[in-house]
């Protein structure tokens, strides 16, 4: 699947830009599809997440500590947030998990998400297929940048005009 | 030669969307949440202690301060006092507080001022105003 980053205009901020990708194949980019989906089951967990992301990219530089850990990636919300779900939501033990990838404090990219409902993201049958997309994503964005098809240049990515990015 | 293009951006409107939608409490609770944690996080820095210095002063792991400034966990009161005793510096202050200590800033410079100058300088022209006594303060007021 060829895919491409695109910068997410709403989450360009001063000290940090947010990305997301956006896989040939389907319609939406990563990130837009997670939110279009958790604004029908989850919204109310949904604003609170976003209103995270606002604040921390306002406000705060992007912290290693504003992010969890998963493997070679990471995900959103932090541990002990617990985001408050309204009457809307719909119910999971674990709550919202949004995986991303912080590659340095000015680049972070936001990939995609859902309700997650077991301790293990590869037992959730909502996430486990996020999970791996991040996992994956992370791998070859690095690979990309060791190869010098992709380099970072503060807040801002550029990309090889030749490159073709395979996830 | 290899050559470098800008990424391009995308416009996702629904994140205004969700946005607007949001409860104001929920936006309140997300950004005192961070300020709480960031202002811990300052106040350890401005005594020039680390996380460790923090966590033998309140008995706790040095895991569960790491925690703790994750992001916005749910700290009591008592949590907050015990945080702000061992760094000796306050880690929420009310607008009644600040009020408080405005006037308390206000008397003191007064007071100190008195001392040697006079805070008011009669002006030159006569004027209509003239100058009274507060009450509570007892400051002076034109």
Not at chain 1, 73 to 89: E, F
Not at chain 2, 110 to 124: G, L, M
Request: aromatic share 10%.
């Amino acid at each position: 699947m060829i895919a491409t980053i695109l910068e997410i205009e709403r989450f360009k901020f001063k000290n940090v830009h947010f990305y997301t990708i956006l896989v040939s194949s389907r319609p939406r980019a990563e990130f837009q599809d997670f939110v279009d989906r958790m604004s029908k089951k989850c919204p109310g967990q949904l604003g609170e997440l976003l209103q995270f992301i606002d604040e921390i990219g306002q406000k705060y530089n992007v912290e290693e500590n504003h992010f969890r850990h998963e493997r070679n990636s990471h995900a959103l919300p932090p541990h002990y947030i617990h985001l408050a779900a309204n009457d809307s939501d719909e119910q999971t033990e674990f709550g919202l998990r949004l995986y991303c990838c912080r590659f340095t404090p000015s680049i972070v990219v936001l990939y995609n998400g859902d309700l997650k409902t077991t301790q293990l993201p590869n037992d959730c049958p909502n996430v486990s297929k996020h999970f791996s997309f991040a996992l994956d994503a992370t791998r070859k964005i690095d690979q990309a940048r060791n190869d010098d098809y992709i380099r970072f240049d503060g807040n801002e990515i550029h990309v090889d005009e030749e490159f073709i990015f395979e996830i | 030669m290899k050559k470098f293009k800008k990424v391009e951006s995308i416009q996702i409107p629904e994140i205004d969307s969700v946005l607007s939608n949001t409860s104001q409490e929920s936006k309140h609770f997300i950004k005192k949440s961070l300020e709480i944690v960031h202002q811990i996080s300052l106040a350890i820095a401005d005594k020039g202690k680390n996380q460790k210095y923090l966590a033998d002063k309140l008995g706790k792991s040095e895991a569960e301060i790491s925690k703790w400034l994750c992001g916005t966990h749910n700290f009591t009161v008592r949590t907050l006092a015990n945080i702000g005793t061992a760094l000796d510096q306050e880690i929420i202050v009310t607008p009644w507080k600040v009020k408080e200590n405005h006037m308390k800033y206000v008397t003191e410079v007064y007071r100190a001022n008195s001392n040697k100058k006079p805070i008011y300088e009669k002006p030159k022209q006569s004027t209509s105003f003239s100058l009274a006594k507060d009450k509570e303060t007892g400051l002076k007021v034109a």
